[in-house]
């Protein structure tokens, strides 16, 4: 179960990754801003979902490797880029 949560985390982290370098470049192109939709969908889901909870509260209690990057549990990180990609399709 560790594996595969380290590897959920792993994932999302990489998507939160990507989304972010297309939400800074200046303008995006119309595959662009359809790739970023698809990542803040699933970067969404998982921030609404149980699981990002759990993820959470186990990096909380020291349960995750240290070496793990884990920007994508803080929980201003998520919500900022979320906050982020609503501005820009609201423009």
Wanted: charged share 35%; proline share 2%.
């Amino acid at each position: 179960m560790m594996n595969e949560q380290i590897s959920r985390i792993q994932r999302m982290e990489r998507l939160m990754d990507e989304a972010r370098t297309l939400l800074e470049k200046e303008s995006l192109t119309e595959q662009e801003m359809q790739a970023l939709h698809a990542l803040m969908k699933t970067l969404d889901e998982y921030y609404s979902s149980p699981l990002w909870r759990k993820d959470y509260e186990d990096d909380e209690n020291g349960l995750l490797p240290r070496d793990l990057k884990r920007g994508i549990l803080s929980e201003d990180g998520l919500w900022n880029l979320l906050t982020d990609y609503t501005w820009l399709t609201q423009e």
